[in-house]
């Protein structure tokens, strides 16, 4: 069964530091998407791409966030300078028929 | 902002017991969605709700959409060790962009 991946599962990091977070969605789905889960509270919508561009972001996806399509098959979120208040679990989603989303497994990252 | 309530926030029954969860809307519901989340893990898609009145059901899962109440509930018979985990619903806005905001979820503990 086709499923989005997720890599790295966890990731530790210095405050300061950039990160990339990697995403290979569903091969024919159309909808990529990137939410948060800090520990203990609800997820968060950060950002959704469609047609190579964003298509809605969030007030959590300040200028410190970007997204990337590189090529036909990732789909990357990066982090340029990162706060204590980043650590979280990332999640990765995309769709075919928006917004029925399939999820990835998630990266955790961790800041300190 | 579409704002989810569900209850109850934990379950524990013993298995082989019924239970149902409740997802409420502070609006009105363009589609309910479920999943499922073990600790630290991703969600995994259960249903998507559409149209008032609709009920679907996945092996011994059931939900259900009443759309005048801005609501859903999720229901488990003769419930088993492998349904414990994190129900979540989560619910979009109408629009085609997908962005799905989500409750706090609901923690189901199911002991033999």
């Known amino acids: 069964e086709p499923e989005v991946t997720q890599t790295p599962s966890h990731q530790v990091t210095q405050m300061g530091q950039e990160v990339i977070l990697r995403c290979v969605p569903i091969?024919?789905?159309?909808?990529f998407y990137w939410y948060r889960q800090i520990l203990g509270q609800k997820v968060e919508f950060l950002v959704s791409f469609y047609n190579n561009e964003i298509s809605e972001k969030s007030e959590i996806f300040d200028d410190q966030f970007s997204v990337e399509r590189p090529d036909g098959s990732n789909f990357t979120l990066k982090i340029r300078s990162t706060k204590l208040e980043d650590s979280a679990m990332y999640f990765c989603?995309?769709?075919?028929?928006?917004?029925?989303?399939?999820f990835g497994q998630g990266t955790r990252l961790t800041v300190v | 902002s579409q704002e989810l309530e569900q209850s109850p926030q934990s379950l524990i029954v013993q298995e082989g017991k019924n239970l149902t969860i409740n997802c409420t809307s502070s609006k009105t519901l363009y589609g309910l969605y479920w999943y499922k989340q073990k600790y630290g893990e991703g969600l995994i898609f259960l249903m998507m709700?559409?149209?008032?009145?609709e009920e679907k059901s996945h092996e011994k899962i059931t939900a259900k959409l009443d759309e005048k109440k801005q609501q859903s509930s999720l229901h488990i018979t003769a419930s088993q060790p492998s349904h414990a985990g994190i129900y979540l619903c989560g619910a979009g806005r109408g629009s085609t962009l997908g962005r799905l905001y989500f409750g706090r979820g609901t923690q189901l503990t199911v002991w033999p």
């Open positions: 989603a995309s769709s075919l028929l928006a917004p029925e989303a399939f």
């Open positions: 709700l559409q149209k008032g009145g």
């Open positions: 091969s024919n789905h159309l909808y």
